[in-house]
């Protein structure tokens, strides 16, 4: 994954089972916070970065056109924000990604699941409080 240093803007590129950690801007030696925003990702990167992190992944099935959804988003940045270092929110598009949705059986979006080493921890489907989210972290830890 390629990330911008908050410094000095260069591009860095982060392996993914280092997305959760603390690194240096290889440019002007600054800090690289952990990822801290929801990552949009397609089929590959999802396997990739379920299979690689070494944190709970938040996953977040969306779409578009979905209104419940996009009330969600904002609560699932904050969490992003929250978690940062801690664990990792992507986001899944159901209607560019419908094999990655297939997979979790989701028949409805919103639909939020945690998963720690590939494994399902919890699963919700329809809109879900921040508090809960963060307690989903909490019990997977």
Do not use: Y
């Amino acid at each position: 994954m390629i990330r911008a240093c908050p410094t000095c803007s260069a591009k860095n590129r982060i392996p993914t089972k280092h997305l959760s950690d603390a690194g240096r801007c290889g440019s002007c030696k600054n800090a690289l916070p952990p990822v801290s925003e929801p990552i949009e990702v397609d089929a590959a990167q999802f396997a990739e970065i379920t299979r690689e992190a070494k944190v709970p992944v938040l996953v977040d099935f969306w779409a578009q056109w979905c209104g419940p959804c996009r009330m969600a988003a904002p609560e699932v940045h904050e969490l992003a924000r929250e978690v940062a270092g801690r664990g990792l929110v992507l986001k899944v598009n159901t209607e560019e990604n419908p094999t990655v949705a297939a997979q979790f059986r989701v028949q409805a979006i919103p639909f939020f699941v945690l998963l720690r080493g590939g494994i399902i921890i919890a699963e919700h489907a329809g809109l879900v409080p921040r508090a809960e989210m963060r307690r989903w972290f909490s019990n997977a830890a």
